[in-house]
């Protein structure tokens, strides 16, 4: 168990819709990282934050948009979802967001839009 | 631009075994290296990660890995391979940039 949490752990939706991931971080992690997991691109960067601020954004899409809220929980937001939105998403916290820092996995939420 | 090369997709070797998982990494200056092995249905678990200083990197579940910088790669081997060790390994490499690039993945499968 790496202490990271994420809600849900599943997800079955229709296309066009949104939906919203939960990720908690370890305690005394300030930094939140999220992640796609398809098969097709792999395990794909998508966004960081650090203590409530944007740090670094990869591959995102413009339909997609995260939060980290004060007491350090992230929320990332998919709109208007397609069928190639189906993957594994995955949160991750550090210590302190540096490119050095041992990254924590969560379980991953599995995302499937039909 | 920055990038990480896992050459093989799936390996398959002998309980018992030596394992080694390459990995070649495309970046200008030297990187943060790490190596992360998933589970199925699992989430993601670092098993090592390199700096700088001895270029002999000892992780978790006796893995170990070797960073050559004249060949930009950071295989990861373990000398005796066991049936729990099947599982997806990743090779990942972060720079200043914040950014972490995650290699496809090698798949290994542990045949008895």
């Known amino acids: 168990d790496s202490g990271v949490t994420q809600t849900p752990k599943h997800l079955i939706t229709a296309t066009g819709q949104r939906v919203t991931l939960r990720c908690s971080p370890r305690s005394g992690d300030l930094s939140v990282y999220w992640y796609q997991q398809s098969l097709d691109q792999g395990l794909q960067f998508l966004i960081q934050?650090?203590?409530?601020?944007?740090?670094a954004k990869g591959n995102i899409l413009e339909r997609f948009s995260a939060q980290q809220f004060p007491d350090l929980h992230s929320e990332l937001n998919l709109s208007s979802l397609e069928l190639g939105d189906s993957a594994l998403y995955f949160c991750a916290s550090s210590v302190r967001g540096l490119a050095k820092d041992t990254q924590y996995f969560g379980p991953g939420t599995r995302l499937t839009v039909l | 631009a920055q990038s990480v090369t896992q050459p093989d997709i799936h390996i398959t070797v002998s309980e018992g075994a030596s394992l080694e998982l390459r990995c070649n990494y495309s970046?200008?200056?030297?990187?943060?290296l790490f190596w992360y092995v998933q589970s199925p249905g699992q989430g993601l678990q670092l098993l090592l990660k390199y700096f700088s200083g001895d270029t002999l990197v000892q992780g978790i579940k006796g893995f170990e890995a070797e960073f050559k910088r004249s060949q930009s790669s950071f295989n990861l081997r373990k000398p005796s391979v066991h049936w729990s060790d099947a599982a997806e390994y990743f090779c990942a490499c972060s720079t200043g940039g914040f950014k972490t690039i995650f290699g496809a993945g090698t798949r290994l499968f542990v045949k008895a």
């Open positions: 970046y200008g200056a030297t990187p943060y």
């Open positions: 934050y650090y203590n409530g601020e944007e740090r």
